[in-house]
């Protein structure tokens, strides 16, 4: 693909071969795992519990260095979370694993009461989110945890956009006091970011900007979906259409001085994420910007469906939330 | 070491004294619950008056035991008896479930130093006691000098969780680790076997691989006893049944599951009016207090 690179923004220091055919891909699940093997070297509070799928959510990396400071919990996942808040309260740092529609999924209440409510630093990472789980079907596709956790106080809601940023994301998340939620998703997923881009918990990242002059639509956009969100923007920048997009890694705490900042510029707003629209990333920006600065807005993400089996590209096309999607999303607010 | 004829009789006048108090909390407070507390205030007076090691002054003492309430809605005695300890005033138990509060209706680790996990949802508490004994062995091994108290209900064992954690402390084989059930056989619906039957509780426990000591609730030679024989037991996790009477102390409200959420003035009024189960308590926990004195001076 033949791309203007300074269309990229700079201090984002992305990879600059995002656009080509053959651009590195490792599930976001990976970067979790090299991050949980760095914390746990660095901080010997760090521990690790698993519900009976240590590969899969790749604690194998740190199970297989700190034998001792691992759990195998068993197909238990209520009382993974609440076994960790236990631990927590002596002073470790509890990182749970499962598929997140098991762990947050299942364990919903036992991670309001014994992990948010009792205010203990548990690590809650949630791996297979989204439709791109695919063939697996709609049992084992967490379309709704970003909204069950988001609305918990207390809870840091963070969903890196590559395997890059999950391990920044991992070692950020042992080291802040907070419960903290990091979503991963399963498929092989293009590395965007370099070990040189920029990651605050909190802080969104411009990874898309018009090289001069003011954006005319904000795309917002969350996970592996940024990587679709800016094929969507390499589209319409041969179309003549300039857009703007944020990396909002983080959901909660929402960067709520961007997402204004980017209201402010562009007048028009999308989100991108693989999520129920009900409760989301998109939610989230729309309670900022109803209450702030209200601009049109359009969402791309579920709405109101379960998933089902498929490959995960085909997936994301039945689900509208494809590049083309994203594309047609933005011209058409462009007509606003 | 066995509890003496004097050591006794203060754990007898204290736990009445517990009682008392926690029935004049609730009589301030117009609800919360009345059967639990009661039937569990001899348990809990033994534990903070003569087996805990904790600091009431010091409450984040590193080196304390832990006591883990699982089935929080039994903080009446728990605020009763720590106030009695020395960790807060009695006059705070006035407090209970108003706003601004540190006594909140159910227990919140965040409010009330020494409180060691907020709860009230039921069946979490004994995973959260089992993370505990866990951190504690990865930190101190097998020779740690701490233990780990969890209070749990039975009603409570209906919930999955707690056979969940049951299984992961029987596979970690964790020794400082003590469940105290509280065999009053009601719950709110009514007694526990017609509403979800727990029988054979002792055999459930044992196939867990945990070691299980059976007692009755209100002897304090007893609950002694089985406190030094679970803590003597190595590389098991320990349970101790302890069969209590719900609402011990108030023999018109004793065995009755409508006193389980109930509080006096707020009761089922077939026995005792309304209007008059408050006093009613009061009168027969101070006969009672009375007898007991009685007893041990004689």
Sequence with gaps: ???????????????????????????????????????????????????????????????????????????????????????????????????????????????????????????????????????????????????????????????PCDSIEAKKATLAAAQINDPTYIRLAREKTPVITTVDTPFE??????????????????????????????????????????????????????????????????????????????????????????EHNPVPLRFIGIKDRFGQSGEPEELLEEYGMGVTHITDAVIALTRV | MSLTHDEICELKEKANAVRISLIEALLEAGSGHTAGPLGMADIFTYLYFHQLKHRPQDPDWADRDRLILSNGHICPVLYAVMAHAGYFPLSELKTLRKFGSRLQGHPHREYLPGIETSSGPLGSGLSQAVGMALADRIDHGKTSSKFFYCLTGDGELDEGQNWEAIQLAGKERLHTLITIVDRNNIQIDGFTEDVMPLESLKDKWESFGWHVIEIGGHNFEAIDTACDQAQAVFDKPSVIIAYTIPSKGVPEFERDFRWHGASPGKGPDDIVPKGEQGILALKRLRTLGERVCNECND
Aim: charged letters at 20%.
């Design chain 1, 201 to 290: 918990i909190g802080k969104a990242l411009t990874v898309w900007a018009p090289s001069e002059g003011n954006a005319e639509v904000g795309i917002i956009a969350t996970g592996a979906l940024v990587y679709k969100a800016l094929c969507s923007a390499h589209i319409l920048q041969e179309q003549g259409i300039r857009v703007k997009i944020l990396n909002m890694h983080t959901i909660k705490p929402l960067d709520v001085s961007a997402v204004i900042s980017l209201a402010k510029e562009t007048k028009r707003i999308v989100t991108v994420e693989e999520h129920q629209i009900a409760g989301g990333l998109g939610s989230a920006v729309a309670e900022v910007l109803a």
């Design chain 1, 1 to 159: 693909m033949n791309v203007t690179i300074n269309m990229m923004y700079e201090d984002s220091k992305l990879n600059p071969h995002l656009f080509d055919t053959d651009v590195e891909q490792i599930p976001i699940r990976q970067g979790f795992g090299e991050g949980l093997l760095s914390a746990g070297e660095i901080d010997e509070r760090v521990v690790g519990l698993c519900a009976d799928l240590t590969d899969s959510t790749k604690m194998n990396l740190f199970k297989e260095k700190f034998p001792e400071r691992f759990i195998e919990m068993g197909v238990a996942e209520q009382n993974l979370a609440s076994v960790a808040s236990g631990m927590a309260a002596m002073g470790k740092i509890p990182f749970i694993t499962s598929y997140a529609m098991f762990s947050p999924g299942r364990n919903w209440e036992q991670i309001r009461t014994t992990i948010c409510y009792n205010n203990v630093p548990v690590k809650i990472a949630g791996s297979h989110a989204g439709v791109s789980v695919g063939p697996d079907g709609g049992t084992h596709q967490a379309i709704e945890d970003i909204a069950l956790m988001r609305v918990i106080p207390r809870m840091v809601v963070i969903s």
